[in-house]
């Protein structure tokens, strides 16, 4: 029997990464303003 989670590392990155949270509103304002560093 197969494990349930099976990690996907690209799959997440799509979900949570930094490409995915670019065009959230909070990000793109955080550019906006010229921010050192966007996301943690």
Request: proline letters at 2%.
């Amino acid at each position: 029997m197969k494990r349930t989670y099976q990690p996907n590392n690209r799959k997440k990155a799509k979900k949570h990464g930094f490409f995915a949270r670019k065009g959230t509103k909070i990000v793109s304002r955080r550019l906006r303003k010229g921010r050192k560093e966007l996301t943690r």
